[in-house]
């Protein structure tokens, strides 16, 4: 019996076996997706737990005010049994040659060549060090600029003291346990605050004195989870044991440091009064030695004055014979110069005096020949003038001639005219004549024609008329003969008189006849007589017209042989008068040139006279100018024989003078060689004696300087003393601090971000298990409902109610079974590691663990079995009450009725037909519609939490640094001095930069209980901060003004800080020492990073000194968008100025972000593929059920003749409706959980974008609808080939 | 040629490896006008004919035609048109839309027709009128029936076939409706094709048409067809 009905259900399954599968899906999914959910954070936990354990990760660090020393070592090890201490050193410095660089905390390798036991490296690339100048650098990707081999070189923080070399080679990279996250390293006291990287190095290098680190671990502390409570109850109960040891070990710490101070103090006092002594008894020897010299010195000084005053003297007198000397030597250049003058001037006069003479006589002979030569032009002219006045006498005549010549032509022309003239008027008299001949010649030519017509028509009328006569003749001879006859036949008697009467009377009626055609003939003949008459009386009138005709023809020949004459005539005139015209322009033209010549002559002939005068004249000119040129000559010569006598008397002069002179000048040069022997002696004298004072006065000041120093450090002794006395007296005790795991801020955050990861799983889930019992209920309960009547028939056959719902619990819990453990299964593996990896860009973790929990997995299939087991009772439990024979009856279908719509007309109305019907099967379904809703709701509001996480991210990267930091790059600084800072100002400028210094230093913020870090900004002005930040509100865009009273911050800073409001006030934190409170002025919109933004002035109130600005902010002439090649030339520039310690560009810091991004896509994709599932199980499930529930309906349709296209629409359009209804209520669900997803996974340094981008709403319609189309297509088809005769043939 | 016209109709179903000849070989005419009943046993292939008549299934082999057109070589997509204007159906068991009103049943059919008849016009013909808006739920099996034949009637087909539309009524109203029918074929000179295994109607058709073991096994004219009133069974 069992066997029948397992094997009913089993075959069941295989019959139906997309209903199994939709099942088996969706609890596959809703499973899967907890499942796998719920154990990310486990398995993100274990991940790590299971790197710290294996890497030995230190479960406390404690640090000390005063170092650690053994003791301090000892009596940690001895506080309880299983704590491992491990004593370490640390320094902090900064990379790079210079100071202000990147800051690296380097950490100790205790052993060589070896791992340490604790916080073990993971070696990552490279090896361990095997020599002291050997280091380990950080792995992350903090510092990928150094490779394997470069050398680290260190400076700053007199690193030189704390460590014997300040160079190492690399040799390897590694994670460390310590830090797992990508963000940071903590901080320190030197440079930015913050931390860069790290390093390892032997510890050999560190000269320290104490340990400056205690690591711990604690055995009993590896087996619990890392992140687990007790975990972190154990740790704390042994952290209390440290405390303990540290209570204790402070106290005899201090005390050691005291007394061995006081010893020390006391052996500096002892030795101080010895010193004190020795020093005084020198210091006295000096001064008398000093003494001494200072006599001796003053001695030598007298007798050097008295030397002086005697060499003065010798000098007065040199000087004064040179003096005279060089009178008398002036005197005599003088005299020597005037005579050498004279001299010249006197040969200039002989030669002048000379070239005058040569001059005059030759120019006698050329005045001479100049007087002939004008004699004979004279002469010439005379005879040309004669010439010309004949010349122009004949061409007078000529001219009257032509004149006369011109006349005779004009008249010639007049005449030749008025013939012309006669003749044209001939010419058209011949013309019209001979017309008039011609038209009467037409005329004469018609008449005649005319005529011979007219004849022709008589002679024809003539015939006729003879030929009548002839009939005429010929019938009279007729009549007559048989009148004749008649008579004949009488007389003979060969007829009677009757007969013959009647003969008779025939032929009178015939010659009767015959008259009236005599009578007509000679009318006829009449006629043709007049016509003739007429004819005759024609022809003689064109004769005579002819006649006429002819006399006037030969006039008219007369008359034009007259014209012709005239013509030539005319024309013979006509070139007489043409060669007459000829002769009178020659004869002109002739004229023309005999005028032009004459004139040229005449010109000539002038021109020619004018030049004879002025030769004429000059002539006489020359010759006066001769006569007075040697007169002149006469009177030169006279004055130069003068002054040649003159010059001879004065030159016996002046030698006398040159003698005298040459005797005096001997005279004083042995003078002046006995003065400079004595001035030598003396200054050799002078030398000497200051030497002896320049070594006295050094003996002085050094006596001065060494009792000053000695009196100096003695008081320095007794200061020191002093201070190391009341130091010892004001000794504190050491200070220790235990840090735990939590201090780490990697662990912490990768702890929350587990949690966070637990939180969306708790939601999504939810939904998954609420659709999945809806299809589970809908699918069941068609299932029971379509074997109606097996469950009768079986009931009927005397099955229990048992045995009958056992074949549905097998199908449901079966499909429960395997849709859980394969969801599950697949679950477990896929959600962890797509979570570990998307994280894994912030997280170093060497491995990650995804071991199945089969707890969980268990409990989850427990819940899968019994939400299915539920869902297949209720759905049995009715059918199963009601008798066998109510089963075997069809169940009465569903009444019809009708819905709330009908009942408001307007609306109704106007629906077509099958609208009203679709609107009718909503409501009647209305299970399936919710789940529809639900379903297409669930898809919808993945699809947009995917796509709105992504909005979110990459509205950090697109507000951030596009909209609200609009700097292009900054450079930041490390003491920098003023002219650096004038250095960098001056070059940003020469690249077109627009820079402005700030102030930027990471602080603490505190409101309350609640702290964060940020970063403190100060501006001098309002305006230096509009050009690099926008700061503005996130939901109105209002643009802040930063005031001198009030801060300005961001709005995830507030939020942190327990969300303080405008006019809260908020501490600021610069160190541990500087704090002050500040109001909030405004806050802020920004994603990433937090800012306090403050005003040079607040922070002068606040902190009683100027902004010390360290940070220059630029924007480029490009924007973002300046080459590689000039950004790192800018770059280089600005590193080599001193102080500039880092040069970067807002371009390369969104790269981090990013990278970010890129993982969220996989997540995006996870979610838009199980969106994607989920409505194809949703509405491939529900239009199943709905098309095999109505399939008779759907037959029916066919039947009646619907197309395949009309009966889907029919189907759908209640789907549609839905999906649209579900798609709009998926939009509001999304939002809500969008929000919830991105503050829930939001990590504290970066507020994601609280916007849903257009598209992102368009695109999850589109997707949902998509989907939606897809199932529906696959309908489609399964709609066209239902069976009609099949569905119809019988009622269950 | 006849109005129906059946020339050696074979329909034969595969089940697995066995082959079944629900018709063989049938031929008969039926001409315009006429009531024609088919009347067999169970199984004898009744049904068959009727459905391959009316469109819903194709024959095997052989061809039949209904005024003039030659239905059996006729595509998927023009069989539904000539279910859609030609034919008028009526089942055993009704096969109304549970959720539409009789007048909106009624109305399904029309709604597509070329030429049709009001769907007031022919529920009130039918006797109707008053429950015009009532759902099929909330009416008796005649009423049902006769919505059916509203339905059958109103888009004016030229051929009305009936499969035991008698067969779930009681026998008074089961009369009735073929006094309805009979009614019809006689006013509207609607040529109209029933089965039944009843074979005590067959006096009220004009042909009898006879089936049994899938073949036809008698075709005979009545030349005096009897009123449904006077027939008992």
């Known amino acids: 019996m069992k066997n029948a009905m397992l094997k009913n259900a089993l075959v069941e399954i295989v019959r139906t076996k997309s209903r199994f599968i939709s099942i088996f899906g969706i609890l596959a999914i809703g499973c899967g997706f907890f499942a796998g959910l719920t154990v990310s954070e486990n398995d993100m936990k274990l991940s790590s737990d299971t790197y710290f354990d294996n890497s030995r990760l230190m479960d406390f660090r404690l640090l000390s005010t005063y170092g650690f020393d053994e003791k301090d070592i000892t009596a940690l090890e001895e506080s309880a049994d299983d704590v491992h201490v491990y004593p370490a050193y640390y320094a902090d410095c900064f990379l790079g040659e210079n100071e202000g660089g990147d800051i690296v905390r380097l950490y100790s390798l205790d052993e060589p060549e070896k791992n340490n036991e604790y916080n073990t490296l993971l070696i990552t690339d490279g090896r361990l060090p095997n020599s002291p100048d050997e280091c380990l650098l950080d792995g992350s990707t903090l510092h990928s600029s150094y490779k394997i081999g470069d050398t680290l070189k260190l400076s700053g923080n007199d690193i030189e003291e704390d460590l014997t070399r300040t160079e190492y080679t690399i040799v390897g990279f590694y994670n460390s346990p310590m830090f797992i996250d990508d963000t940071g390293r903590g901080n320190t006291t030197i440079g930015s605050g913050a931390i860069d990287t790290t390093a390892y190095i032997p510890q050999e290098n560190f000269t320290y004195e104490y340990y400056t680190t205690v690591y711990v671990t604690v055995d009993g502390l590896t087996p619990y989870n890392a992140y687990s409570d007790d975990y972190s109850d154990l740790r704390d109960e042994v952290k209390e044991i440290l405390e303990k040891v540290g209570d204790e070990r402070k106290v005899l710490r201090r005390e050691e440091i005291v007394s061995e101070a006081e010893e020390e103090l006391a052996d500096g006092e002892k030795e101080y009064e010895e010193q004190k002594a020795d020093a005084e008894k020198q210091l006295d020897d000096a001064k008398q030695e000093l003494d001494d010299a200072k006599q001796q010195l003053d001695d030598g000084k007298k007798e050097l004055e008295d030397n002086r005053k005697l060499l003065d003297d010798a000098k007065q007198q040199t000087q004064d014979g040179k003096k005279q000397l060089a009178d008398s030597k002036k005197q005599l250049d003088d005299g020597k110069k005037e005579l050498d003058d004279s001299r010249a001037l006197l040969d200039d006069t002989k030669k002048q005096l000379d070239d005058a003479k040569q001059e005059l006589d030759e120019n006698l002979p050329k005045l001479q020949a100049a007087e002939k030569e004008i004699n004979d032009s004279e002469k010439q002219l005379s005879d040309a003038k004669k010439q010309l006045d004949d010349g122009k006498k004949e061409l007078d005549d000529n001219r009257r001639l032509l004149d006369d010549s011109a006349k005779q032509i004009a008249d010639g022309e007049r005449e030749l005219a008025a013939s012309k003239k006669q003749l044209d008027d001939s010419a058209k008299q011949l013309d019209d004549t001979e017309k008039q001949l011609n038209d009467a010649k037409k005329t004469l030519d018609g008449s005649k024609s005319e005529l011979d017509a007219a004849k022709a028509q008589l002679d024809d009328t003539k015939a006729q008329l003879d030929s009548t006569k002839q009939l005429l003749d010929a019938g009279q001879a007729e009549i007559d003969n048989n009148r004749a006859l008649i008579d004949l036949q009488v007389e003979q008697g060969l007829i009677t008189e009757q007969q013959a009467q009647a003969m008779y009377a025939a032929l009178n009626q015939k010659q009767q006849e015959l008259d009236i055609s005599k009578a007509q003939y000679e009318a006829g003949l009449q006629q043709y007589n007049a016509g003739y008459e007429q004819y005759s009386d024609g022809l003689e009138q064109y004769n005579k017209g002819y006649q006429d005709y002819l006399s006037g023809v030969k006039a008219f020949n007369a008359g034009k042989q007259l014209y012709e004459q005239g013509l030539a005539q005319y024309e013979s005139g006509a070139k007489t008068l043409e060669d007459s015209r000829k002769q009178y322009e020659d004869g002109e033209k002739q004229y023309a040139e005999g005028l032009k010549q004459y004139n040229d002559s005449l010109k000539e002939y002038q021109s020619g006279l004018e030049k004879f005068n002025a030769g004429k004249k000059e002539y006489e000119d020359s010759l006066a100018l001769y006569k007075e040129g040697e007169k002149q000559y006469n009177d030169g010569l006279k004055q130069y024989e003068d002054g040649e006598r003159q010059y001879a008397s004065a030159l016996e002069q002046y030698n006398d003078g040159l003698k005298k002179y040459n005797d005096g000048v001997a005279e004083y040069e042995q003078g002046v060689k006995d003065y400079e022997d004595g001035e030598k002696a003396y200054s050799d004298g002078l030398k000497e004696y200051e030497e002896a004072k320049s070594k006295y006065d050094d003996g002085v000041a050094e006596y001065e300087k060494a009792k000053l120093e000695a009196e100096e450090k003695l008081s320095d002794a007794k200061a020191e003393l002093d201070k190391a006395r009341k130091e010892i007296n004001d000794l504190a005790a050491p200070e220790w601090y235990i840090f735990d795991r939590t201090d780490n801020t990697g662990f912490s955050e990768y702890g929350q971000n587990a949690e966070r990861i637990r939180n969306i799983s708790l939601i999504f889930p939810l939904f998954f298990a609420m659709v999945a019992v809806l299809v589970c209920l809908t699918t069941m309960t068609r299932m029971v409902e379509e074997q109606r009547t097996q469950i009768g028939t079986l009931k009927a056959l005397g099955y229990g109610s048992g045995a009958i719902m056992f074949k549905y619990m097998l199908y449901g819990l079966s499909a429960a079974l395997i849709g859980s453990v394969f969801g599950i299964f697949v679950g477990m593996k896929i959600f962890p590691y797509i979570i570990m990896n998307a994280y894994g860009m912030m997280y170093e973790l060497p491995q990650y663990l995804t071991p199945y929990d089969f707890g969980l997995m268990l409990l989850v299939v427990l819940a899968a079995f019994i939400l299915a087991g539920v869902t297949v009772y209720f759905s049995c439990k009715n059918i199963l009450r009601e008798q066998p024979a109510s089963l075997m009856r069809p169940k009465a279908p569903k009444s019809g009725k009708k819905i709330l719509l009908e009942r408001i007309g307007f609306i109704w109305k106007h629906l077509s037909f099958s609208r009203k019907v679709s609107m009718r099967n909503l409501f009647r379904y209305k299970r399936r519609m919710l789940m529809t809703v639900v379903g297409i709701a669930g898809c919808t509001a993945l699809l947009l939490t995917g796509f709105g996480i992504y909005d979110s991210v990459s509205d950090i990267l697109n507000k951030q640094f596009e909209e609200i930091s609009l700097y292009n790059g900054m450079a930041i600084c490390q003491d920098i001095s003023s002219t650096g800072r004038r250095e960098t100002t001056e070059l940003l400028k020469e690249y077109d930069c627009d820079a402005e210094a700030v102030y930027q230093k990471q602080i603490t913020v505190k409101s309350g209980k609640n702290s964060a870090d940020a970063n403190i900004y100060g501006v001098d002005s309002n305006e230096t901060l509009k050009k690099y930040v926008d700061v503005r509100d996130r939901i109105t865009g209002e643009k802040y003004d930063l005031g001198d009273d009030k801060v300005i911050i961001n709005e995830k800073l507030a939020s942190l800080l327990g969300g303080v409001k405008v006019g809260d006030s908020i501490t600021l934190s610069l160190s541990d020492t500087e704090s002050a409170d500040a109001v909030i002025g405004a806050i802020c919109e920004n994603y990433a990073y937090h800012y306090v933004y403050i005003s040079g002035a607040l922070y002068q109130e606040l902190f009683d000194e100027t902004l010390p600005y360290n940070t220059f902010y630029f924007n480029t002439p490009y924007g973002d968008d300046a080459e590689e090649e000039w950004k790192d030339e800018l770059a280089e520039k600005l590193m080599e100025i001193d102080g500039v310690a880092a040069v970067s560009f807002k371009t390369s810091v969104g790269d981090t972000f990013r990278q970010m991004i890129k993982s969220l896509q996989l997540i995006v994709v996870v979610l838009i593929v199980c969106a994607g599932i989920l409505a194809f199980i949703v509405l491939y499930n529900l239009t199943n059920i709905n098309i095999n529930e109505r399939i008779r309906e759907i037959a029916t349709l066919k039947v009646l003749g619907f197309y395949d296209k009309e009966v889907s629409v029919y189907v759908f359009r209640e789907t549609v409706l839905l999906t649209l209804l579900g798609t709009a209520v998926g939009l509001v669900l999304g939002r809500i959980l969008l929000d919830f997803v991105v503050r829930t996974a939001e990590i504290d340094i970066v507020m994601f974008g609280r916007d849903v981008h257009l598209l992102s709403f368009i695109w999850s319609i589109l997707l949902t609808l998509v989907f939606a189309v897809i199932v529906m297509l696959f309908m489609h088809r399964k709609l066209k080939y239902v069976n009609m005769v099949e569905a119809l043939k019988s009622v269950e | ?233």
């Open chain 2, 1 to 233: 040629m006849s109005f129906v016209s059946l020339d050696n109709i074979t329909k034969q179903y595969r089940m697995g490896d066995i082959t079944i000849n629900a018709n063989d070989c049938v031929s008969f005419d039926i001409e315009q006008g006429e009531f024609a009943i088919i009347v067999g046993p169970s199984g004898s292939g009744k049904t068959t004919v009727l459905n391959i008549l009316g469109g819903m299934d194709t024959p095997t082999s052989g061809v039949f035609t209904v005024d003039g057109s030659e239905i059996s070589s006729y595509d998927r997509k023009k069989l539904i048109s000539y279910r859609r204007f030609d034919i008028g159906f009526i089942f055993q068991f009704y096969n109304l839309i549970p959720n539409l009103t009789a007048k909106e049943n009624v109305e399904l059919s029309t709604q597509s027709a070329k030429d049709f008849i009001p769907a007031e016009e022919i529920l009130e013909k039918v006797g109707l009128k008053d429950r015009m808006d009532n759902f099929p739920a909330q009416l008796s099996g005649g009423e049902q029936q006769r919505v059916a034949i509203a339905r059958a009637l109103a888009k004016k087909p030229k051929l009305l076939l009936c499969d035991e539309p008698t067969g779930a009524l009681d026998y008074a109203t089961g009369k009735m409706i073929l006094a309805l029918l009979q009614q019809t074929c006689r006013e509207e000179k609607m040529t109209v094709v029933l089965v039944t295994h009843n074979s005590a109607i067959c006096p009220m058709a004009d042909r009898v048409i006879r089936m049994k073991s899938s073949k036809v096994e008698e075709v005979r004219l009545n030349s005096a067809p009897s009123p449904v009133e006077t027939i008992e069974w």
